[in-house]
């Protein structure tokens, strides 16, 4: 049993990479086989709208006809018994590469049709993590929890399961002095890191347990 996590953050260490390595500790305490994949390490480009997938009898029905570094990646993801996706917050939406990323993987399945069924061969449970540095009531005033829970929305439909964690007021910078970035209280963003961040990984890590207990309990 293998689960994939997908880091879409361009940095390996900081908040989203953290959380997501969580997830994948909590999927393997249930016994399963963990691979990270980090999207920046990746030569790929997203959907090009040539329908390739959606053309009847095609050789690519189905799938992704583009062949780039990302087309074992969509393999594996098919294939793996369940998903963890990771991603910041950028201006309001996930990062470009996990935009790209679901693209190429959840288009291919949907069908045009009434019912927009998924062509997967079996259910996926996927699980979502998305970070910001923004506060709760910051969250809200933007409505930054769209995006990610669109995404949801869309990952259920082609996967058949999907969660979602949002992590808010996360520490951005090593040294808050070193940027301009006036609107943040370093001592306050410390505390929450010191105090708040712990629970989300725990969270993250109870995700990744939940996603492998229901791929085992998967018929």
């Known amino acids: ?19 997501l390595g969580k997830a994948l500790d909590g999927a393997a305490s249930q016994g399963a086989e963990t691979v990270l994949v980090h999207l920046h390490d ?15 009898g095609g050789k690519s029905y189905g799938t992704c006809a583009l062949d780039d570094e990302l087309t074992p990646v969509l393999a594996d993801a098919r294939e ?18 996990m935009k790209s990323f679901v693209e190429r993987l959840a288009f291919p399945s949907i069908v ?11 259910p996926i449970p996927t699980g979502f993590i998305y970070t910001m540095g923004s506060t709760d009531l910051r969250l809200t005033e933007m409505g930054y929890q769209q995006a990610p829970e669109l995404m949801v929305k869309v ?29 943040f209280d370093p001592i306050a963003k410390a505390k929450r890191r ?13 995700m990744g347990a939940r996603l492998a207990r229901a791929a085992l309990d998967r018929p």
């Open 80 to 97: 793996s018994a369940a998903l963890v996706l990771a991603s910041p917050n950028y201006l309001g939406a996930p990062t470009g590469t």
């Open 155 to 183: 990952l259920q439909m082609v996967f058949g399961s999907a969660e979602l964690l949002m992590v808010t007021d996360t520490y951005q910078f090593d040294d808050y002095s070193k940027y301009v970035a006036t609107r």
């Open 112 to 122: 045009y049709d009434a019912a927009m069924p998924s062509l997967l061969k079996k």
């Open 42 to 56: 990746l030569d790929f480009t997203g959907c090009l709208s040539c329908f390739a997938c959606k053309r009847k």
């Open 1 to 19: 049993m293998t689960i994939i996590g997908i880091n879409a953050s361009p940095r390996k260490t900081w908040n989203t990479a953290t959380l």
């Open 194 to 206: 010191e105090e708040h961040f712990p629970i989300d990984c725990e969270q993250a890590f109870e």
